[in-house]
């Protein structure tokens, strides 16, 4: 009986083997019939994956960035604004309404590429990403969908071309009752005094007073009623615009490697105890890190814009992006200046200022636990 068991166990194995290695042969032959232009034509599904207007845009604003507004970005952070003559010249660059349908004046293109623009805009400069970043997740949305055609024909050109629009939302004792539009120089509309601030000090932050005004019914965008649902999920789209400054997801994304990119060069020529700062192994273990984590943060900041572009639920994406990207933006600054000695703390030298302009990015466009509470919503809802 135990021969007979023995050579029935040794059998069964036998065959199962002989049916493995059939199986395996019947894959390798299958395998081997995809052809290597199979494979090279297979579609590339990296978050990478630019569109050759996408990489153009994204090319195009490095370049302004470094050739056009980094000479420039102290002194307008001295002067509290913007050159005028650097203001324009992003307009006629199409940057300002990116999204803005060609046949109003815009650039006609997908939100994916307002992303990478404001990304590489706030690597130079907070203040240049977030004035690329209001107009284009914020302003030009509420026109192109809701504005009625003769609002659109009225005031798209312009955002396209040479109109900076604001966003005002009101306190909540004040209402969040309608949407309008208001243009300056409307009786009763006065701006107050400019804000100082702890960071982006060239882009200028002001109360809006409106006394008494009257606003025509031609000017209420979209119906009545409705601007606290219209202001919400704009401001879900904004988000994702602060992760790369995400000013919003994008500028924390921009604003992080914009730092690193601009420290990491001191390490490799600073030199202590006979080597380079970054060949101690404590260094380079800190430097890996904060690679990753900025790798991550613009990943998640990738898939939401690509999300929203695909019509696709992005809203929990969205408040991980910004969650993420906007905390790890000061973890980053400051591992920067730890990095540069006492010379990250000179304003001689950009880390400090990246450090100051990223604070507000827990706070702007929904504060870290917003984020948080938005995100363990749907959690709760998936299971």
């Excluded at 007073?209 to 019914?217: M, N, R, V, Y």
């Excluded at 790798?295 to 998640?300: V, W």
Aim: aromatic share 10%; glycine share 8%.
């Amino acid at each position: 009986m135990v021969a007979t068991r023995v050579l029935c166990t040794l059998g069964a194995r036998i065959l199962w083997q002989r049916s493995t290695l059939l199986h395996h042969n019947t894959f390798v032959r299958t395998m081997s019939n995809i052809t290597k232009s199979q494979v090279e034509s297979s579609p590339d599904q990296s978050l990478y994956n630019f569109s050759q207007e996408e990489l153009m845009i994204k090319e195009t604003v490095a370049r302004f960035g470094k050739e056009k507004v980094e000479p420039f970005v102290k002194e307008m952070e001295e002067d509290r604004k913007f050159k005028p003559e650097i203001q324009q010249a992003i307009f006629d660059q199409g940057w300002m309404g990116i999204e803005i349908p060609t046949e109003f004046g815009g650039s006609g293109s997908n939100f994916f590429s307002c992303i990478v623009a404001i990304e590489e805009a706030s690597k130079v400069d907070s203040a240049f990403g977030g004035f690329i970043d209001l107009q284009n997740t914020v302003v030009n949305p509420f026109f192109i969908k809701l504005a009625n055609d003769n609002q659109k024909q009225t005031y798209l050109p312009k955002l396209a071309q040479n109109m900076v629009g604001s966003f005002c939302l009101s306190e909540p004792t004040s209402g969040r009752i309608t949407t309008f539009i208001v243009d300056r120089g409307t009786e009763g509309m006065r701006i107050g005094k400019r804000e100082e601030k702890l960071g982006l000090k060239a882009s200028s932050t002001c109360q809006v007073h409106f006394d008494d005004c009257k606003i025509p019914a031609k000017n209420i965008l979209g119906q009545l009623g409705h601007g606290y649902k219209y202001a919400i999920s704009m401001l879900n789209e904004g988000r994702i615009g602060i992760a790369a400054q995400i000013f919003f997801v994008c500028q924390m994304v921009g604003v992080s490697q914009g730092c690193f990119d601009r420290t990491i060069p001191y390490t490799k020529e600073r030199k202590q105890f006979g080597q380079r700062i970054f060949d101690f192994q404590g260094m380079q273990h800190q430097i890996s890190t904060i690679a990753t984590r900025i790798e991550a943060a613009r990943l998640l900041t990738y898939n939401a814009a690509r999300l929203r572009d695909a019509n696709k639920p992005f809203i929990k994406q969205a408040a991980m992006a910004k969650f993420y990207a906007s905390e790890l933006a000061g973890q980053v600054t400051s591992k920067c200046i730890d990095w540069m000695g006492g010379l990250g703390f000179s304003t001689d030298y950009p880390q400090e200022k990246y450090f100051r302009d990223c604070k507000v990015g827990t706070i702007y466009e929904g504060t870290s636990n917003m984020q948080l509470n938005t995100i363990a919503k749907y959690i709760e809802n998936e299971y």
